[in-house]
T-cell receptor, first 114, second 112 residues
């Protein structure tokens, strides 16, 4: 009975490289949410997706960031041309339907840009 | 944008003491949630509140949804070492909404 699986747990990228973060929701969950947490801060909403659809991307930076949740496979958060300021923990959560109290968070991917 | 102000930022207490922390906002929230985050892990939901004035308990934890819908508090009674961690409040502007706004967190340290 696996929870929300995120990989990798730690990712180091040089400035200018691409970062790909993966999230497999809990079994039976079709809604995925991505949040970013800077050191010593709370989580900030980035994007909400259902299978093959972006529902709310109001928290996504306008450039370099994209997210997808294909019909098959995990949800992917992609950051192109990473900069030092992208260093953070990125958390994925899933729910069986669009309800905030149904969130289950993964353990996160810690991205370090050097 | 919407902001939740959480206080205190950190607490240092003795094992066995009670703990109280709160969260306030200038905006009305229709769902309040309290999470705990351990180092290197994602947040885990502790308590969810859906109605103004609601008081809900989960073991030694008690949380209330303020009448004005602009605040919430979390109490932990008789703290134990495993209560150490960061506690976050989170709110949803619309009940059942998918987007949560998080507070900055309260870091709890317990001296044995």
């Amino acid at each position: 009975n696996a929870g929300v699986m995120q990989n990798p747990r730690h990712l180091v990228r040089r400035r200018g490289q691409e970062a790909r973060l993966r999230c497999s929701p809990m079994k039976g969950h079709s809604h995925v949410y991505w949040y970013r947490q800077l050191p010593e801060e709370g989580l900030k909403f980035m994007v909400y997706l259902q299978k093959e659809n972006i529902i709310d991307e109001s928290g996504m930076p306008k450039e370099r960031f994209s997210a997808e949740f294909p019909k098959e496979g995990p949800s992917i958060l992609r950051i192109q041309q990473v900069v030092r300021g992208d260093s953070a923990a990125y958390f994925c959560a899933s729910s069986p339907m669009g309800q905030s109290y149904g969130y289950t968070f993964g353990s996160g991917t810690r991205l370090t840009v050097v | 944008g919407q902001q939740l102000n959480q206080s205190p930022q950190s607490m240092f207490i003795q094992e066995g003491e009670d703990v109280s922390m709160n969260c306030t906002s200038s905006s009305i929230f229709n769902t309040w949630l309290w999470y705990k985050q351990d180092p290197g892990e994602g947040p885990v939901l502790l308590i969810a509140l859906y109605k103004a004035g609601e008081l809900t308990s989960n073991g030694r934890l008690t949380a209330q949804f303020g009448i004005t819908r602009k605040d919430s508090f979390l109490n932990i009674s008789a703290s134990i070492p495993s209560d150490v961690g960061i506690y976050f409040c989170a709110g949803a502007l619309i009940q059942g909404a998918q987007k949560l706004v998080f507070g900055q967190g309260t870091r709890l340290t317990i001296n044995p």
